[in-house]
């Protein structure tokens, strides 16, 4: 006697499943738990066909994958991290349709290839950010930050040459990104202070409201404090980011000093590349009140610290399953490069970059942004560089779940920076 029933197996639409050769990844997005599968051909067919576009997190199981072992410990599981379960539905009726969970842009982004993009229309609304190198000169004191010029934002550039972004260069920049989603400028250097129109600059900045932050070596901050004060003072800008390379003990001691003092608004960045430099400012930083600055240590690459990274940086599956990832974060890791995304860079011979580690977009001394912000669209070398499109990720099940590639991948000369074998 045939049953008058049929048996489904769905998961909820709150879950994000991944699958990859025989292996199996379900996150929950409530419960932020993961239910992780390892080599199971059975059930990596099973879940590879659900998660595929045409079934929508719903299918029929036949008598036989009910009955069977794996399978029915696998309903289990789900079930426990309410993740999905099965369902009989009478043969009469159709069945309902579950609303996988898919990211919105999906439908606007094919790499150029639509007639969206063919128009260029309305592509400045993807421009968020912009950081702006107005020159880029640097004394023989400064010179050693440039070693970090392609792994941070951070001022870098030339002892001998001085490359100047004409002010008006800038304000037609500006202008033509009245119609963007710009809502952050990044103004770096050289040497900032040295640039000759930056008092026509800022005010020019302040009068039209762009949130802009102001990028300093540390020795240019404590050499120029009463400048910098002054500048706070006049000017309208968000935040004042002094970056700390190399470090010396005295470094810290003089910013506690100033600290003492009122620093709103003033970030500090320590770049560190080992443990022992990490354990310094930790220690400082802890012993001493240094009054709600806010500070940020960042690791740096260099030559034979290799092994600093793998043991204090790459991650792991516990730091995977701990990260408490959010949905938005997860649909940005199927279609863009969150960290890249919408930001550009530019040089001060007007060389525009998506990421300095690749090729320029084109430059503003003679063309228009929206040219820039076009070829990185359609190229997506940057802003599209995601870790399902690229090797040994796109045959991982935690690929949609790592955090987005970034300049240290580049640096590594590898995608995997990951201790998961
Ligand atoms: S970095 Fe790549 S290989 Fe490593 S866990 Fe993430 S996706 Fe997998």
């Not at 304000?171 to 033509?176: H, S």
């Amino acid at each position: 006697m045939t049953s008058k029933y049929n048996t489904y197996l769905y998961l909820e639409p709150f879950v994000i499943a991944n699958a990859k050769g025989t292996n199996l990844l379900l996150y929950n997005l409530y419960t932020k738990k993961f239910l992780e599968i390892k080599n199971s051909i059975k059930l990596s067919k099973i879940v590879k066909k659900i998660i595929s576009y045409n079934n929508m997190y719903f299918i029929k199981i036949n008598m036989k994958e009910q009955l069977d072992a794996e399978f029915k410990d696998f309903v289990l599981k789900l079930k426990a991290n309410y993740m999905g379960d099965l369902v009989q539905i009478n043969n009469n009726y159709i069945p309902p349709i579950q609303i996988k969970p898919v990211p919105k842009i999906l439908s606007e982004n094919n790499n150029g290839s639509n007639e969206y993009l063919r128009s260029k229309k309305d592509i400045l609304k993807y421009l968020t950010t912009i950081s702006i190198y107005i020159n880029n000169k640097l004394t023989k004191n400064e010179i050693k930050i440039n070693k970090l010029s392609n792994q941070y934002l951070l001022n870098s550039g030339n002892e001998k040459s001085n490359n100047i972004l004409k002010f008006e260069i800038i304000v037609k920049l500006l202008e033509e990104c009245k119609n963007s989603s710009l809502s952050l400028l990044n103004i770096l250097g050289g040497n900032i202070l040295k640039y000759p129109s930056l008092s026509k600059l800022l005010n020019y900045l302040s009068e039209k409201k762009i949130k802009t932050n102001l990028h300093f070596i540390y020795s240019q901050f404590i050499n120029n404090r009463q400048t910098i004060e002054h500048i706070i003072t006049n000017y309208s800008i968000n935040k004042l980011i002094i970056h700390v390379y190399p470090i010396k003990l005295h470094t810290i001691k003089d910013i506690y000093k100033i600290s003492k003092k009122k620093l709103d608004g003033f970030v500090i960045n320590f770049y560190i590349s080992n443990l022992e430099e990490y354990n310094l400012i930790a220690k400082e930083i802890e012993e001493k009140n240094f009054n709600n600055l806010i500070y940020k240590i960042k690791p740096i690459v260099e030559k034979g610290n290799y092994q600093f990274w793998a043991d204090e940086i790459f991650w792991d599956r516990n730091d995977i399953f701990n990260m408490g990832i959010k949905k938005n974060e997860i649909f940005a890791n199927y279609e863009l490069n969150s960290l890249e995304f919408g930001k550009l860079i530019i040089k001060s011979n007007g060389d525009v970059f998506a990421n300095v580690n690749n090729k320029s977009l084109g430059n503003i001394c003679n063309d228009k942004i929206i040219n820039s912000v076009f070829n990185e669209y359609k190229l997506g070398e940057s802003w599209f560089k995601i870790r399902k499109d690229v090797k040994p990720c796109n045959n991982c099940v935690y690929n949609l779940f790592c955090p987005p590639i970034s300049n240290f991948e580049y640096i590594f000369n590898k995608n995997n920076l990951c201790n998961i074998g």
